[in-house]
């Protein structure tokens, strides 16, 4: 079972950037496909992005051009490159890992991303 712990959330300004990472442990990331959820206030979780254990990656067309997933095995961990930030990207971030053979997901406890002037 893999525990996952995010980091890098904070306060920026329209037009800044952040990088969120998501540490993990107890598990090889190698093996899942992870991804980056947010969910804003009165607002359901949604995908932001994915990377598969193959380096396949999909993104919401919000983000895209703007926001870069990748892992690092060797750190075992997964990042989140946030560019161009715009307020409507504010929300919690969540890490998550699925394992495809089992079905099974894990989350983080999420980060919060706020962007304001």
């Known amino acids: 079972q893999v525990q996952l712990a995010e980091s890098g959330g904070g306060l920026v300004q329209p037009g800044g950037s952040l990088r969120l990472s998501c540490a993990a442990s107890?598990?090889?990331?190698?093996?899942?496909?992870m991804g980056w959820y947010r969910q804003a206030p009165g607002k359901q979780r949604e995908l932001v992005a994915a990377?598969?254990?193959?380096?396949?990656?999909n993104y919401a067309d919000s983000v895209k051009g703007r926001f870069t997933i990748s892992t690092d095995n060797a750190k075992n961990t997964a990042y989140l490159e946030m560019n161009n930030l715009k307020p409507e990207d504010t929300a919690v971030y969540y890490c998550?890992?699925?394992?495809?053979?089992?079905?099974?997901?894990?989350w983080g406890q999420g980060t919060q991303v706020t962007v304001s002037s």
């Open positions: 990377i598969t254990s193959g380096g396949n990656t």
């Open positions: 107890g598990s090889s990331i190698s093996i899942y496909t």
């Open positions: 998550n890992a699925y394992f495809r053979f089992r079905d099974k997901n894990y």
